[in-house]
Antibody, heavy 125, light 107 residues
Framework: QMQLVQSGPEVKKPGTSVKVSCKAS????????VQWVRQARGQRLEWMGW????????HYAQKFQEGVTITRDMSTSTVYMELSSLTFADTAVYYC??????????????????WGQGTTVTVSS | DIQMTQFPSSLSASVGDRVTITCRASQTINSYLNWYQQKVGKAPKLLINAVSSLVSGVPSRFSGSGFGTDFTLTISSLEPEDFATYYC?????????FGQGTKVEIK
């Protein structure tokens, strides 16, 4: 069974950092681009960035280029997303999701077929 | 960045109704258009990719069409479990962008 399992909820103070993990099982992670998507309460899905697991290449949405770092640990099939300099506006549910990069045509793909369960990050003073 | 616009943002419908949701891209994305269903408190679920390919296990009452910049998701006969929010998403370019969502509510 293909799945992504994320770490538990976090409560952080403004100005600090949070690191969320996303562990894969049941599929070949090296054939995936693992993406991070966040959703504030009642808001739309917001794409933050990805890591192409096989190559380690990353790409971030412009809004997140300064504050987000996505890494992977191949030995444990885990991808991490670290968000720094937290503000109240970062309070949201954070999802990891995998897109099959082996099917890509010049980076064009076919959607995120496996999702984590979501991690709630609350920024509170 | 490619902007994705969905409409309507919400709709009310009854079980058995035919429902159509529209998604427009700010530039051509060929057939790299996907649809997701999200229920309250749950992660999104990929329903359709490449405009019209149903993901395994998705009922045949769901269908998608379009090419280039204009796309539609149709539910031919709404079932109780279909009440959810639906998002389109382009996988043509990075960043991978989503529409703002369409909430399908019970009339």
């Amino acid at each position: 069974q293909m799945q992504l399992v994320q770490s538990g909820p976090e409560v952080k103070k403004p100005g600090t950092s949070v690191k969320v993990s996303c562990k894969a099982s049941g599929f070949t992670l090296t054939d995936s681009a693992v993406q991070w998507v966040r959703q504030a309460r009642g808001q739309r899905l917001e794409w933050m960035g990805w890591i192409v697991v096989g190559s380690g290449d990353t790409h971030y949405a412009q809004k997140f280029q300064e504050g987000v770092t996505i890494t992977r640990d191949m030995s444990t099939s885990t991808v991490y997303m670290e968000l720094s300099s937290l503000t109240f506006a970062d309070t949201a549910v954070y999802y990891c999701a995998a897109e099959d990069s082996s099917a890509w045509y010049y980076g064009r793909g076919y959607g995120m077929g496996v999702w984590g369960q979501g991690t709630t990050v609350t920024v509170s003073s | 960045d490619i902007q994705m616009t969905q409409f309507p943002s919400s709709l009310s419908a009854s079980v058995g109704d035919r429902v159509t949701i529209t998604c427009r891209a700010s530039q051509t994305i060929n057939s790299y258009l996907n649809w997701y269903q999200q229920k309250v408190g749950k992660a999104p679920k990929l329903l359709i990719n490449a405009v019209s390919s149903l993901v395994s296990g998705v009922p045949s009452r769901f269908s998608g069409s379009g090419f280039g910049t204009d796309f539609t998701l149709t539910i031919s006969s709404l079932e109780p479990e279909d009440f959810a929010t639906y998002y389109c998403q382009q996988s043509h370019s990075v960043p991978r962008t989503f529409g703002q969502g369409t909430k399908v509510e019970i009339k």
